[in-house]
């Protein structure tokens, strides 16, 4: 590594692998099967909890906070990423150019995120599937419980108390005269 890296009560690791050109920073990181962490910039994981297999690769800063318990979460960003609160998923994979924030973002058993522009995930309920694909901004808010929610689009999507369903799918195309 180049920079600095502070490990407090990191946890056990079968395997630790950090590489680093800036600041990380592991504060109660939890138990982890494998942990690879290569940033540039600055990584920060407080209470991130327990991973089975836990990939940070970013490029600007990733901030995990209160992260839950997750059999595996993929983090790759150009930007910045904050979790907090964003609890138990069995897969978690979140692929940004942009800005990505997860707050309270409750239970998946898959959650895929793939954004360039921002996204904003905020007490998104529980979901059995995920799936959030777009290119400039999406805000989900108090977004409830659905099957499968699939947002895919171009221009800008805003889901507040969507409430109950079974499938959800949101295909949107802005257009600019």
Known sequence: MIGSATLTQAGCHNSLSLNTIGSATLTHAG???????????????????????????????????????????SLNT?????????????????NTIGSATLTQAGCHTSLSLNTIGSATLTHAGCHN????????SATLTQAGYHNSL????????????????NSLSLNSVTICP
């Open 31 to 73: 138990c982890h099967k494998s942990l690879s962490l290569n940033t540039i910039g600055s990584a920060t994981l407080t209470h991130a909890g327990c991973h089975k297999s836990l990939s940070l690769n970013t490029i600007g800063s990733a901030t995990l906070t209160h992260v839950g318990c997750h059999n595996s979460l």
């Open 78 to 94: 150009i930007g910045s990423a904050t979790l907090t609160h964003a609890e138990c998923h069995n897969s978690l994979s979140l």
């Open 150 to 165: 699939s947002l895919n689009t171009i221009g800008s999507a805003t889901l507040t108390q969507a409430g109950y369903h």
């Open 129 to 136: 599937s995920l799936s959030l694909n777009m290119i400039e």
